[in-house]
């Protein structure tokens, strides 16, 4: 039998080996389980969704190449608001004085009279129509609308289009033919109004207004706009509500080919007389105003 | 303060010498306590020495002489049905084996310095079951509170009361066959 030494030197033994194993076992425990910590956090953060950042101008781009291509025709109009920025024109044009000589007297203030086409001069008003068109940026289409540089449309078309060819016109129109009928009409104007449009001859189916409409021409002459009968009839009709209203300082030409224009016509007749002895002459000064027509298909 | 629980305390403090104070004092009663379980010297040797080792490695926070005491006991008592449960197949002992072990049980009363009666007490507790002897034993031999005993034992205050008197009634039917008063008990 074991005398107390013996029992308490073996007890003593024991204890410190046991108590050893017990805190290696422990610190193994411990960095186990660090370890599969870090390793599970870091597998759940990778699997986390990253968010989606905004879309670049060059994705946005490419947003118009998921329609289908088999019968897919896409028809890109772009229309060059501000041929000409560095001029400026306003919306109203006024009447020239009495005193200016008659040939200076062009409501028309634009620029570029030269060209018979429609000049496209820098829209001076902004118009809230970035947003409104920009919010129809879930159809295919999208339209980008820059108020003082670009206006650009891309609209998609399922179905070939060969016999209309419309364009949509937001210019302000001045022609060489409407000016000189300008001259002509307006020298025997006397008074001062501000009017929106200018005389232009009758004859003339251009009207000499200062109709506002945004231009975008196709690209070729055989490709025109037929709105889609899904997403882009919704974007048309956008673009139709904003424009057409009269109201507004310009109006949404469309002109197709198959388009029969209304032309009204008012005359106006004003009779000045002067007092004896002076020198203007008294005459009879007619204004014949035209109303801008709308062109609708 | 009680002389183990002073050892312990200074053991906690790092004086080694102080594992011998406790197996001085423990280490006879805490042998023939396991015992009485598995009713061999040499396991039971074994099971005690666990137990002092449970208390080196564990260093459970004690205050008291009473506390020190169950812990002790409480382990041995654990340790001792788990191996019983281990070995349920009680190996028959030769009866040189059986000789050896009561040798043995008769040196380590003479070391633990018993008297007379309780010498007889304590082999006529060998005969008693298992539980009666056990509380007889921690209430007798290792001088718990009944409190305490009820602890060792698992059991609560009041039953561990009602065993406790149930076995010395019985008890005292095997000390009057033998011819013992109990007039010191």
Not at chain 1, 38 to 64: N, R, Y
Not at chain 1, 78 to 85: G, L, Q, R
Not at chain 1, 238 to 249: G, N
Request: aromatic share 6%; charged share 25%.
């Amino acid at each position: 039998m074991k005398n107390y030494d013996e029992i308490t030197a073996s007890v003593l033994q024991k204890a410190t080996v046991r108590t050893a194993r017990i805190r290696k076992v422990r610190y193994i425990c411990t960095l186990t389980a660090v370890c599969t910590a870090c390793v599970i956090g870091g597998a759940a953060f990778m699997k986390l969704e990253k968010p989606e950042f905004l879309p670049s101008e060059s994705q946005t781009d490419t947003l118009h190449s998921a329609s289908d291509p088999s019968t897919d025709t896409t028809t890109e109009t772009t229309a060059a608001s501000t041929e000409t920025s560095t001029e400026t024109t306003t919306c109203t044009t006024t009447a020239p004085q009495t005193t200016e000589p008659p040939a200076e007297t062009t409501s028309s203030t634009a620029v570029t009279t030269a060209a018979e086409s429609h000049t496209v001069t820098e829209i001076s008003t902004v118009y809230s129509v970035s947003s409104s068109a920009t919010a129809v940026t879930n159809v295919t289409g999208s339209i980008h609308v820059w108020a003082t540089e670009q206006y650009t449309t891309r609209l998609h078309t399922n179905t070939t289009v060969t016999s209309k060819a419309t364009t949509v016109k937001l210019t302000e129109t001045t022609t060489a033919e409407t000016t000189k009928a300008a001259e002509t009409s307006t020298a025997q104007t006397t008074e001062a109004s501000s009017v929106e449009t200018t005389v232009s001859a009758t004859e003339t189916t251009a009207a000499a207004t200062t109709a506002m409409t945004l231009e975008t021409t196709a690209e070729t002459a055989n490709t025109a706009y037929v709105p889609e009968t899904n997403a882009g009839k919704t974007l048309w009709d956008l673009l139709y509500d904003l424009y057409r209203h009269e109201q507004l300082p310009f109006r949404l030409e469309e002109e197709t080919t198959e388009t029969s224009t209304e032309t009204t016509t008012e005359t106006t007749t004003t009779t000045s007389t002067f007092p004896a002895g002076s020198t203007a002459t008294s005459g009879t000064t007619t204004t014949t105003e035209t109303i801008a027509n709308v062109s609708r298909s | 303060m009680e002389r183990g629980i002073e050892n312990y305390l200074q053991f906690l403090r790092g004086d080694q010498s102080a594992m011998r104070s406790i197996v001085e004092l423990y280490w006879d009663m805490m042998l023939l306590f396991t015992n009485g379980y598995v009713h061999n010297l040499s396991d039971a040797e074994d099971i005690a020495q666990e137990a002092l080792i449970e208390l080196a490695v564990r260093k459970p926070r004690l205050e008291e002489e009473h506390q020190l005491k169950g812990y002790l006991f409480k382990i041995c008592r654990n340790k001792s049905l788990n191996h019983l449960k281990k070995y349920q197949r009680m190996v028959g002992l030769s009866p040189e084996a059986e000789e050896f072990i009561e040798d043995e049980s008769e040196e380590i009363e003479a070391r633990m310095e018993l008297k007379d009666s309780r010498l007889m007490l304590h082999r006529a507790m060998q005969r008693l079951p298992q539980n009666y002897r056990e509380i007889l034993y921690l209430r007798y031999f290792v001088d718990l509170s009944m409190r305490d005993a009820a602890k060792v034992m698992r059991i609560t205050e009041k039953q561990a009361a009602a065993v406790a008197y149930q076995a010395r009634q019985q008890l005292k039917s095997i000390l009057e066959k033998e011819g013992y008063t109990g007039e010191e008990l």
